[in-house]
């Protein structure tokens, strides 16, 4: 879902606790919010299957696929051609209906099962033609975990994103792994990775949508 971005994440498992049942659905992709001169940082600031571009959110481009440079410079041509594409991972057409029902056979969707259900009620298709993003906070240092609902069955998917902040001489860094480009025509679903082993590389990780779970189909290394 977006051209030109930079991506990075990292496999992280953060220990949360169980939601309160009134607790509010929140929708949104990361805590943060994009710069108040810019309508958007990245594609999930975007609603629907749009995405960002020079801060602005824009529909994007048929068959469009994640430019991602290589992390060292060697064929460009080479690195472009490792890069799944958008366009090789069709979904069906994008559900518009009325929310379903949660499905709550899984501890995880009973444990959640506020987020879930409002997150259906209230979020806009962006994943694979049937699912919305959702996700909530999880303790100290910016902690916050991504997760991904079918509106219409109201299956869950259980791979989650997690990530943190932590300061690195001086600096703040994102540690984890977020969810970085997705679009509503598509299953396929990229993520940003960062190591908390310093010096924290960088990494892209693809993943498609296979019988209602997300499998890892690619690594790659990215720039900062």
Known sequence: MKRGFALV????MVACGKEAGTNTAQNA????KPAASLHCGKDT???GDRICEDGKCVSPTAGSAPALPAAEPATGEAAASDIP???DYPAPP???GAPGELDISSEFARDYRTRFR???????VVFAGEYVLT??????????IQALVNKRTGHVIETTFNAYSMFSNDKEVRLGEEIESLRADSTLLVTRQVSDDPPHPHFANFYVLENGQLKRIKQLPAPH
Do not use: Q, R
């Not at 994440?9 to 992280?12: A, E, F, N, R, Y």
């Not at 409002?118 to 806009?124: C, I």
């Not at 996700?135 to 916050?144: I, L, P, S």
């Open 29 to 32: 992709s990361a805590p943060s």
């Open 45 to 47: 600031d975007c609603k």
């Open 85 to 87: 594409k958008f366009k």
């Open 135 to 144: 996700g909530w906070g999880c303790g100290t240092g910016g902690c916050y």
């Open 9 to 12: 994440g990292c496999l992280l």
């Open 118 to 124: 409002n997150a259906m009620k209230e979020g806009e």
């Open 94 to 96: 994008v559900y518009t």
